[in-house]
């Protein structure tokens, strides 16, 4: 299959660590992906919230460029959207001729999305571990899927609706041990980051909690909403809610990036706000230090 | 919304006469409230969902999220649409407090899609000017759209910063910029892409499509269907 790599806004901003973490696996795994010439933002939450032509034109713009390639995504909310639109115009006639009047050019919807999680766990399993150098041995973690790739299952087709497992396979490949939980897809909070940041701090408190419960020594993510809010917003939980966590939380993409003993600048760990390096450097895996002969060869 | 008065009899009187010992109940006055048509339809042509399908199983409310800090929870919001109780379907806080995670949908056993039905009556509310106070969403949406037809992505910077000026919290979550910017998460510098044109023509179809949606929700409301 030949892809093409739809960004989206955060990767360009807030989320660069996404992007440039999500880049290395891909290189180490021998997966081809150029980023889309031109694209524009997908309208996000704030398209369906407001406009529905526009909540799925935008998206149609951006695949209509795919040119028969599928579109590989790693931001959940642009997946979300871009799959949401593709629903709609395949399914419905009116949608589709009012998507083609806005945007200029017929639309079929049938242009094939895929996360990266799809991709890496169902497509390149076997390369994913055939490069992994550097088991995460003892790193437990709680794979946190959040609303969007998951739901609606219908629409999204990514995996359980309740209990997704993509990212726990991928995990348990690298050599972490996943926890078990039943938070994976509650929400966090997502969009309202900026408008009304009580709902993070409630929504992310339980989650972090449970995460905790679960006896879970960090959190791997897929979502630049879900990655802020988790991470960035543990401070303000602390302050405001007296709960304290400090519990690390990445990309999915760095921690494969760290198994397959990718460069440090790669996976950007120190844009993340809590400082997951004594963890790491607790279970033998500091990425600054190159892994042992043994390790490479387990 | 008048509702129709009617007088149900007084129960029990034949049976008594007839030398049982049925229950008796005085007359009663009842008000009739006419149940679904406008509402109902107008999200379901706006949106797809169909709020008439529900029977308050309360499922939805179960898993939502921020049904225990908002003032309804879905399955009240839904019987509001059905019932057709306008004030209070559109007004409220909590179609602005859903975060659009289908948890409910995924579990409704009849598929009502609230979310969907959330953002047709968000739309609605703000078209008729009833939408709740104190809610920052909308002037977050117009701004992040208007960043899109502009400049084709969004540069968080610009966009955190023009929401704070227009809806006047400087102070709220002053250290997150700063400290972003030193993690490398806010660049300066926001990229701009071409075909500005076609953006235009996108929004403006967007908009002349919705200003025709609003005139025939006028027209047509009461009937059932039609495409989102
Ligand atoms: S889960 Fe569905 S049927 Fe049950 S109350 Fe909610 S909307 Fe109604
Ligand atoms: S989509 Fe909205 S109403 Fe439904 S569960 Fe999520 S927050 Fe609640």
Known sequence: ???????????????????????????????????????????????????????????????????????????????????????????????????????????????????????????????????????????????YYGCLLSRPPEVTQFDDAEDPTLMDRLLETAGATVVDWPHKTECCGASFSITDPEIILDLSDRILEMAR?????????????????????????????????????????????????????????????????????????????????????? | MTPVTETLPATGAAAAQAGGAAPQSAAVTVEIFEVGGGLAAEVRAASGASPMACYQCTKCSSGCPVAARADLMPHELVRLVQTGQRGSALGNRFIWECTSCHTCVTRCPQQVDIPAMNDALREIGRREGVAAKGTAVPVFNEIFLETVRKRGRIHEISLMASFKLRTRRLLDDMDKAPAMFSKGKLPLLGERVGEKAKREQIFRKAVAAAAAQAGDAKGTSGQQGGSR
């Open chain 1, 213 to 298: 419960l679960a006896g879970a020594d960090c959190i791997a993510t897929a979502c630049p909403l879900c990655e802020l809010n988790l991470d960035m917003r543990q401070k303000d939980i602390a302050a405001k809610r007296g709960h304290r966590y400090d519990l690390p939380v990445f990309y999915f993409t760095q921690l494969l990036g760290i198994a397959m003993g990718a460069a440090p600048k790669d996976l950007s760990l120190g844009s993340l706000f809590v400082d997951p390096h004594p963890l790491l450097r607790s279970k033998g895996l500091d990425p600054d230090k190159q892994p042992r002969v043994a390790e490479v060869t387990r």
């Open chain 1, 1 to 143: 299959m030949s892809y093409v790599f739809y960004p989206g806004c955060s990767l360009d901003g807030t989320a660069k660590d996404f992007y440039s973490s999500t880049s290395a696996v891909a290189a180490k795994v021998g997966l081809e992906m150029p980023e889309m010439e031109g694209w524009i933002c997908c309208g996000s939450t704030a398209a369906h919230n407001s406009d529905p032509l526009l909540a799925d034109a935008l998206p149609a713009f951006n695949l209509q460029k795919a040119a028969g390639k599928t579109v590989a995504v790693a931001c959940a909310s642009c997946y979300s959207r871009l799959k949401m639109a593709n629903h709609h115009i395949a399914s419905d006639p009116v949608v589709r001729q009012r998507v083609a009047a806005a945007t200029g050019a017929h639309y079929d919807g049938a242009t094939p999305v895929l996360h990266l999680l799809e991709i890496l766990g169902r497509q390149m399993e076997a390369d994913v571990e055939a490069a992994v150098v550097r088991p995460l041995s003892g790193l437990k973690v709680a794979c």
